[in-house]
């Protein structure tokens, strides 16, 4: 079993950044960022191997979000630069133990959350 807790979420203006942690109990194949606004469909954003620097990024978030992670605090990030009010969501981590869905998924563990909410 795993747990993973987000954390970083705030209400930011459009234009600012935000960086979002994700404290894991223990290591992991890979994590995955996803967010879910209100009324949209889940959508992945990231993910990044904890042996390696193996990167993955959805298209919809190239050169604003930035995936990362510190081995040693068993600690992955989410940097958010350049925020849109579009960007406004409830932000997951998760993790899987298995290269088998890399990068997309399937993930096994799931965090419960941390709000972005962007103003304009």
Do not use: H
Request: charged share 20%.
């Amino acid at each position: 079993q795993v747990q993973l807790v987000e954390s970083g979420g705030g209400l930011v203006q459009a234009g600012g950044s935000l960086r979002l942690s994700c404290a894991v109990s223990r290591a992991y194949y890979a994590m995955g960022w996803f967010r879910q606004a209100p009324g949209k469909e889940r959508e992945f954003i990231a993910a990044i191997r904890w042996s390696g620097n193996s990167l993955y990024y959805a298209d919809s978030v190239k050169g604003r979000f930035t995936i990362s992670r510190d081995n040693a605090k068993n600690t992955g990030y989410l940097q958010i630069n350049s925020l849109k009010p579009d960007d406004t969501a409830l932000y997951y981590c998760a993790t899987t133990d298995s290269g088998r869905g890399w990068p997309r998924g399937p993930y096994t563990y799931w965090g419960q959350g941390t709000q972005v909410t962007v103003s304009s």
